[in-house]
């Protein structure tokens, strides 16, 4: 146990001290022991066993305020498995951000690595696929990270596409109750969002349906756009933004999936667009009660049919 890293503890002049910067506990009125406590706990790694029953009052007011790393908590947690189907420059950026922050990866996407950019990859990459190429590159950044090319079983998928959401990647994971985030490019940069929670959010075909209320040609233009083999493009910049959104997204889901009612909601029935050079910006993408998804209204038939017909493992 020891203060999260990055909160300092602070003098504010009156006799109190602050700990943390943004939300700060300020705690008045500390007997010498507990002031010289709270300071050691600014550079010591950890608190021995006397100390935690001594303190225990201060302790729990910094747990409370969520200042205090509980490794021995998160120590036990298994590795959360993150899906992506695209290994060019957007889903290995989105990968690798995955794997820094603890993710197991896997890589489906049996394109050509010459089909990517100069650059995409580690140079030493001798990869002939896409997905071999991206994993090796991940490997070499992160040797410890478990990183695998092809289907694998996960916990949660991205889904990559250029110009229109790739909504049937998405059916085996409706049915399958299996969160995913869509990530789609276009010559500007790039929408992130619904991250779907099925049957908790905005699924990607509640999303398309609120989008052919707007243009009825909605979707003809997706059936095309899906339906051709256009490789998702990105910039260095829209990928940067695109894999922050996913790994915050896809980390909020894994830390409050088993809590009770989550405060960040406004990760889900959002669509964020990224525009190349310019700041992102978030729309609502509410659920909609002509879907059948759950999200809105009961589960439709069709779903629950698919749902009855899948197999339980993969
Ligand atoms: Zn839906």
């Known amino acids: 146990m020891r203060l999260k890293p990055g909160a300092r503890v602070?003098?504010?002049?009156?006799?109190?001290?602050?700990?943390?910067?943004?939300?700060?506990?300020?705690?008045?009125?500390?007997?010498?022991?507990?002031?010289?406590?709270?300071?050691?706990?600014?550079?010591?790694?950890?608190?021995?066993?006397?100390?935690?029953?001594?303190?225990?009052?201060?302790?729990?007011?910094?747990?409370?305020?969520?200042?205090?790393?509980?490794?021995?908590?998160?120590?036990?947690?298994?590795?959360?498995?993150?899906a992506i189907n695209d290994g060019g420059p957007i889903g290995c950026g989105i990968a690798l951000a995955l794997a820094r922050a603890g993710w197991a990866v896997a890589i489906d996407d049996i394109g050509r690595a010459v089909q990517s950019p100069r650059g995409t990859y580690d140079p030493g990459s001798l990869a002939g696929t896409r997905q071999a190429a991206a994993a090796d590159t991940i490997r070499r950044v992160l040797p410890e990270a478990d990183v695998c090319a092809g289907r694998a079983r996960v916990d949660v998928e991205v889904i990559v596409?250029?110009?229109?959401?790739?909504?049937?990647?998405?059916?085996?994971?409706?049915?399958?109750?299996?969160?995913?985030?869509?990530?789609?490019?276009?010559?500007?940069?790039?929408?992130?969002?619904?991250?779907?929670?099925?049957?908790?959010?905005?699924?990607?075909?509640?999303?398309?349906?609120?989008r052919a209320l707007a243009d009825a040609a909605w979707p003809r233009l997706s059936l095309q756009l899906t339906a051709g083999r256009t490789l998702p493009h990105s910039t260095p910049d829209v990928t940067a933004q695109a894999a922050g959104l996913v790994a915050g997204a896809l980390g909020w889901w894994w830390s409050a999936r088993n809590g009770p009612?989550?405060?960040?909601?406004?990760?889900?029935?959002?669509?964020?667009?990224?525009?190349?050079?310019?700041?992102?910006?978030?729309?609502?993408?509410?659920?909609?009660?002509?879907?059948?998804?759950?999200?809105?209204?009961?589960?439709?038939?069709?779903?629950?049919?698919?749902?009855?017909?899948?197999?339980?493992?993969?």
């Open 261 to 314: 009612a989550d405060a960040a909601h406004g990760w889900l029935d959002t669509v964020w667009t990224i525009d190349h050079h310019a700041p992102p910006s978030t729309a609502a993408a509410p659920a909609s009660p002509e879907c059948g998804c759950g999200a809105a209204g009961p589960v439709g038939d069709e779903l629950a049919a698919r749902r009855a017909r899948m197999p339980e493992t993969s």
């Open 161 to 210: 596409s250029h110009g229109a959401p790739l909504l049937a990647a998405a059916v085996p994971l409706m049915a399958r109750d299996t969160p995913h985030v869509y990530v789609t490019t276009d010559e500007r940069g790039a929408q992130v969002g619904p991250m779907v929670i099925p049957g908790r959010g905005a699924c990607g075909t509640c999303v398309g349906l609120g």
């Open 10 to 82: 602070l003098v504010r002049g009156d006799g109190s001290l602050q700990v943390g910067v943004r939300d700060p506990l300020i705690l008045d009125d500390l007997t010498a022991d507990e002031r010289r406590f709270v300071e050691r706990l600014g550079t010591v790694a950890t608190v021995s066993p006397g100390d935690r029953s001594r303190f225990a009052v201060i302790l729990a007011r910094l747990i409370a305020s969520g200042l205090v790393d509980q490794d021995l908590t998160r120590a036990k947690e298994p590795t959360p498995r993150a």
